[in-house]
């Protein structure tokens, strides 16, 4: 009997050989020990939450004999909570956010899956720069929608403008980015942006569905050496900013973020009411009533990014020492260098033999390169020195 | 410019009665204070969580500063908390249900989606007894199928099984069906379930594609007089069960909850994949962390559910006083009397000139009834009284 949907039979099957990378992984480390394998495959942060999480939890746990504790909120939110949010995220973004140009949802995930439930029509197009997470491509087509990528400028991975320019049709809906990226560390320029504001103004000016850009932020505040990640909501009226607490708060399983509309946007409460009630009809219903508390009392609160700069360093001695070729992350906490030979998966299985594990850069649309998370201790990075350099000499 | 989708728009335009009705609700209570309006409009627990909850959560606010503590983790949820998740619900299913039969989901509202994402093709017909919860239409419609509901017989809202069988098409790919009911508090006996059961393994016998039972939950646990709530799980083969833990341990807004395929359901481990990967594509990823750690401490443990049969009587005999008709509730918090006159959008109109907010049937696919929710203090009924009169007189 045909037990699930076409769609999901094409996908479990495209899915497998990810899947059997992992399940190797997890050989590797039972055979030879966990600390015998360096794993750099996952972006799983390993610093704890904040002193701020903790505390917050202790004070929570007081309250919850109270009725309604747990029950029941709007769907946007805890008023308060969204309230402190509107203050934060205005000041990270350096524009002034009110209150309801904001729906605090199941992390990230939930923001940008919400936000295309609102907008988009079947046969609509996303596009997104390449490389990308994996993920957009699904949730385009959650919604009858398809993703189509446009790859960056090699190495460097900074937008190709023509390239997007071209890819443009009267199907594009959504153009999604995320800067600082995950897996390039790329951080898109203010020119660059207004380069790409300028493109979508001339194509909406001949349409009467505007083109979003939706910015994906969750790295937003792991920039490094000062780098400036500019906003898109003075940059762009039709921008929506989604973003999460996984990353800053290390609270990535607790689901918890946001979506911001651009407050400029003409009519903006017909565009909130629509991601409001999307949030709740495909089943997310308001974001975790805990990690909304949570929220309230740990908000402005962050890791320590500089232990995330120190490794940073210590992953580009290493590359260095080994000889490969990589643009220094300007923000996040990935490297993404060319695989030497020119094979990501061949060379990611060079890499697993020397039992270092990666992501081949197929996973994130762009073959040819490799995805390393360091998103780990330090002592694991420069342990992995000799493997590295053993995997670049067998390529 | 076109801000949203064209569903979402046909959407807003639709939900905007309801709306209204709720904003009447607010003025009255802005108007004549709280205390002098009796609503019954919202299933939304007045309880507060057991003990356990308080004190599960003080244990995890200890543990917060440990790294990855509410850090990713496998999309069908800790496998500890899942494994102890297994033991319930073989206990209150009667049946053996091994831990990787369930994924633990953002609530029940989030198990529906998955499943529905991991089942349907555009185009297939998801059938529900009426009257029904309003968003299964939503759910549906999320993954480009349609609602079809079959109404139930008048006034006791057990099932026709003629109508269903009538109603049953090559498209049919689910019927979700909710016992205890809101908003009827019908209970589905083994006989009516057994009827069904026959009728869908017809059907099945000519088709490729089977036709599941979709089990949705959340009351199971609040059934009255000792009332049985058959399992489907050995009823019938192709059956998922779907609950939450918003009622029993009064946590609605914290969002957690499961999907449990029955395991006779033979390759039931590719549902099973294809459930999971749902889950994590259309942005859950996974149940909130904190929300399983409580569950792992305090599954087991429930609100005190004689004070919700105490409501029960208390309302009971307020309805009769007045000379409404109903049929008592089985189960779950709702009554589900006739709107006297017929029209129940009138009725609901007349209560609230006495200061009573009631939900109209309509909402639930059932004109001529209206739902009173009686999760709220027994005080609150029983000042209710002379009101419910006034109402039944004016009709």
């Not at 020119?191 to 790295?219: C, F, V």
């Amino acid at each position: 009997m045909e037990l699930i949907s076409s769609q999901m039979n094409g996908y479990m099957d495209k899915a497998s050989w990810i899947r059997k990378m992992f399940e190797e992984g997890i050989k590797l480390k039972k055979e030879f020990g966990e600390e015998n394998v360096h794993d750099f495959s996952l972006g799983n942060p390993d610093l704890p939450p904040p002193a701020t999480v903790k505390k917050a939890l202790a004070e929570l746990a007081d309250q919850a004999d109270q009725p309604f504790f747990l029950g029941y909120m709007p769907n946007f939110g805890y008023p308060a909570v969204r309230e402190r949010l509107a203050e934060e995220v205005s000041k990270e973004q350096g524009v002034s956010i009110p209150a309801d140009s904001l729906v605090i949802t199941c992390g990230a995930a939930g923001a940008l899956n919400s936000v295309f439930r609102a907008v988009l029509n079947p046969g609509d197009e996303v596009l997104t720069p390449a490389p990308f997470f994996v993920e957009y491509g699904f949730y385009a087509e959650n919604h009858g929608a398809t993703l189509k990528p446009v790859p960056s400028k090699p190495l460097t991975f900074e937008l190709d403008l023509e390239g997007i320019d071209a890819a443009i049709t009267d199907k594009t809906r959504v153009i999604i980015i995320n800067s600082p990226n995950n897996p390039s560390g790329a951080i898109y320029s203010r020119e660059e942006l207004d380069g790409l504001a300028a493109i979508l103004n001339k194509h909406n000016a001949k349409r009467e569905r505007p083109i979003y850009i939706l910015a994906d932020e969750p790295y937003r505040f792991l920039a490094f050496d000062g780098a400036e990640v500019p906003s898109l909501l003075d940059v762009y009226t039709y921008s929506i900013v989604c973003s999460s607490f996984s990353k800053n708060l290390s609270l990535a399983g607790e689901r918890v973020g946001y979506a911001c509309v651009n407050p400029a946007i003409e009519g903006k409460e017909k565009l909130m009411g629509a991601i409001i009630m999307a949030n709740r009809i495909l089943g997310f219903v308001n974001a975790p009533a805990l990690a909304q508390k949570l929220l309230g009392k740990a908000l402005g609160s962050s890791v320590d990014v500089s232990i995330y700069d120190r490794r940073r360093k210590a992953m580009a001695e290493v590359l260095d020492n080994a000889g490969y070729k990589y643009t220094m992350p300007k923000g996040a906490f990935y490297f993404f260098p060319e695989a030497p030979g020119g094979d990501d998966i061949k060379f990611c299985a060079t890499l697993q033999e020397e039992k270092i594990l990666a992501v081949p850069g197929t996973g994130f649309g762009s073959p040819g390169y490799f995805r390393l998370a360091f998103c780990v201790g330090e002592d694991v990075i420069l342990r992995a020195k000799d493997a590295f350099k053993r995997a670049m000499d067998k390529a």
